[in-house]
């Protein structure tokens, strides 16, 4: 499974940005679930939002701000970022949880830097 992450990049405090990432190397049904976590200097990585098979989940700094929809049909990932904060300047790594032969199998992209000034 190859996870390819596009977007990022800068923005003021208060703007927007968009991430996305497409999976490719397994079907959409084998996914399990797909989305975000971030990594910001000196910090633990942490998830910001991902979307399973039964619904989606964001981490609390982000909730009311950031929107994660998942395409199927294109299996990729859409992650909508409003009202960014400059704690939100980290990298962000798309992360997806496939079904494999043997098991369940975690899976990251490369990160993509995305920069909040104040």
């Known amino acids: 499974v190859q996870l390819q992450a596009s977007g990022g990049g800068l923005a003021q405090a208060g703007g927007s940005l968009n991430l996305s990432c497409a999976a490719s190397?397994?079907?959409?049904?084998?996914?399990?679930?797909i989305g975000w976590y971030r990594q910001a200097p000196g910090k633990q990585r942490e998830l910001v939002a991902d979307a399973t098979n039964s619904g989606t989940n964001y981490g609390d700094s982000v909730k009311g701000r950031f929107t994660i929809v998942r395409d199927n049909a294109r299996n990729t990932v859409y992650l909508q970022m409003n009202s960014l904060k400059p704690e939100d300047t980290a990298v962000y790594y798309c992360?997806?949880?496939?079904?494999?032969?043997?098991?369940?199998?975690?899976?990251w992209g490369q990160g993509t830097l995305v920069t909040v000034s104040s």
């Open positions: 992360s997806a949880l496939a079904q494999s032969e043997d098991g369940p199998v975690n899976y």
């Open positions: 190397g397994t079907a959409p049904s084998s996914v399990l679930a």
